[in-house]
């Protein structure tokens, strides 16, 4: 999902010290404080009447981002977002909250519901006008989307000796990282914890537009989740490329192993390439992309449900997709958003979103596996 450049830019620009591009409704004595927000008025449209998740999709977010300059040297700063959703069997998400210190230099250091470490790579791809964002998921992957009850430590010129290399470390306590509801949450041996940590590094290649960047996040408990992932983004004349790999491992598989079972492993592996050119017009600009995910697990078939002996293909997620994004100006965009569904009725991709209901039929499966058009248009501020 393409995402909103206002929240992109807060957080980093908090890391540095500096205002945001967002409304600023207080700036006095060292403190500021800003307010930003969107309306996403989105629908998907398919060509089946039970496609799952078609129909309305708007959303409505409101955010707060503030700074208090302590020293010279010193900033503290802090994050509020909220989301609310209007389509069917909407559910409202704090998104972002927490509050942290930076030390310029030194780096700055934050706790509250924020990004996972992971999403630093992830977010290379996620910039298609509405899908994408598929890496970004913590029932896959550990700390690679929004996490609640997280400390990281962000480092930004590696001390400010080398322009454009990151760093960043996190310790999750009791996060959205292992306890979810794609993993296995039967006790074993009495020890179950959600803790998770992890550390990425990216650089930003001189002036060539060239950014590289690797990670590994891990949880605690008996889980023992893990990820690894590394990306390349190019970012130059209006051309962007990007291309991530991300790969995990659960032990004791999915949530269907039971306290008994020893289920093999669950593992992962996706692959994430996108490519956008940017067009400016005497009004606006327009940004057509392409970009090909898929994402598989290792043996689908042991992690079937019982009884489904149709399950053989292993893909969870695999698709193309075309896009376009017309800018008006900073403020209202237009999207259109083509996802060209490659998945098989025999892939797990299609048949476990389905394993809710006690029974399912032919015409459910093959509905998983068709297209979807996603037709949006974005006000922010």
């Keep these: 999902m393409k995402r909103n450049l206002l929240a992109i830019a807060i957080p980093a620009l ?13 700036n006095k004595d ?24 078609e129909g309305d999709k708007t959303t409505a977010r409101l955010g707060m981002s503030g700074q208090t300059q ?27 909250a927490y509050a942290g210190m930076n030390f310029g230099d030194l780096g700055s250091f934050d706790y509250g519901r924020n990004d996972g470490v992971l999403k630093t790579l992830t977010s290379y791809t996620d910039v298609l006008p509405e899908f994408g964002g598929d890496a970004s998921d913590n029932d896959l992957y550990a700390l690679s989307a929004r996490t609640k009850a997280v400390a990281t430590y962000r480092n930004s010129d590696f001390f400010g000796l080398v322009n454009g290399l990151r760093f960043a470390v996190q310790y999750a306590d009791n996060g ?3 306890s979810t509801s794609y993993f296995n949450k039967h006790d074993r041996d009495g020890h179950d914890s959600a803790e998770a940590w992890g550390s990425v590094v ?9 950014s590289i960047g690797a990670g590994y996040a891990q949880t605690g408990g008996h889980k023992d989740a893990k990820a690894w992932s590394a990306g390349v983004k190019y970012d130059n004349n209006n051309l962007y490329l990007a291309a991530l790999y991300i790969q995990g491992k659960q032990k004791y598989g999915w949530d269907n192993a039971s306290a008994t079972h020893s289920a093999d492993d669950l593992k992962t592996k996706g692959y994430e390439v996108v490519a956008q050119y940017g067009i400016d017009f005497d009004i606006g600009r327009l940004t057509p992309s392409v970009a090909y995910i898929q994402h598989r697990v290792q043996d689908a078939s042991s992690y079937s449900r019982s009884g489904d002996a149709g399950l053989k293909g292993n893909d969870l997620i695999k698709y ?20 060209i569904n490659l998945l098989d009725k025999d892939d797990i991709g299609a048949r476990r979103a389905l394993y809710g209901d006690s029974q399912f039929g032919g015409s459910q499966i093959k509905a998983t596996t068709k297209d979807t058009v996603a037709l949006g248009l974005i006000y922010q501020f």
């Design 30 to 53: 060292g403190n500021k404080v800003d307010f930003y927000g969107r309306v996403y008025a989105l629908n998907y449209i398919t060509d089946r009447d039970n496609q799952t998740g």
């Design 320 to 339: 193309v997709d075309v896009g376009l994004t017309y800018d008006f100006n900073k403020n209202l965009q237009a999207i259109l958003d083509y996802k």
């Design 70 to 96: 302590v020293t010279e040297n010193i900033t503290g700063y802090g994050r509020w977002e909220y989301e609310a959703k209007t389509g069917s069997n909407a559910e409202n998400e704090t998104r972002y």
């Design 202 to 210: 990216d650089w930003d290649v001189l002036d060539t537009g060239l």
């Design 14 to 26: 908090l890391v540095a010290g500096t205002a945001s591009a967002s409304i600023e409704v207080w």
């Design 176 to 178: 959205d990282n292992s």
